[in-house]
């Protein structure tokens, strides 16, 4: 695998893809990073994660457009559009391993439908939807079931994923996205950012889960579990 850091020279992009970066559309990153690999035709080949730099340092943001992307081939700069710099990504990972992550997902659970087909549901929507609208839509109540549903959505995978959770997580943005289509109804899907320390329980799991991505959306910007040794 390798972990590229991706800065943007937004004088080399069109007025409209210059606003769609810049208002963080995911669609349209997505087919900007896809010119990273220039000879590549098959399925998706990275995940990708948009900052705005100096945020994710914990500084004052500088209004540029930041990407961390991490492929299984090793992506190529574009002069006068995408500047990469990029290192071969081997994690060797221990079981009872602490580590400090950071995730932004799209949490959604399978829904059953009485004789349809299943669909997808926005778990903070679902916690939300008890509340009646209005006033107890924005109470202390609904944003304290909105915050355990998306904290229970990461608990109850994080096995499966090849780690456990040993300490409370941080609950961050929860944002909605509308992609518009060219026919039909725009896609529509919600991302939250997890913050915290995890506890490596099955190395070779939790690389298959960085390599593969955690959660649905992963085209859009969701997905990639970022590690750091604390």
Known sequence: MYLSRVRVDLNGLSRGALFDIMDGKAYAAHQLLWRLFPEYQGARPFLFRQEMEGAEEGGAPRGLPLFYVLSDREPVSIPGL????CKPFSPVLEVGERLAF???ANPTVAKSVAGKRGRRADVLMAAKYP??????RKSPACAEAMDT??????????ESWGFRLPTELEVGAYRQHALPKDKGRPIRFSSV??????????????IE???????RAKAFGCGMLMLRRP
């Open 82 to 85: 995408l500047e990469v710099q």
């Open 131 to 136: 509340f009646e609208a209005g006033g107890d």
């Open 102 to 104: 950071r995730l932004r």
């Open 209 to 215: 889960t960085l390599a593969q991505g955690v959660g």
């Open 149 to 158: 549903a998306a904290r229970g959505w990461l608990e109850a995978r994080a």
């Open 193 to 206: 950012d997890y913050e915290g320390l995890l506890e490596v329980t099955d190395p070779g799991r939790l």
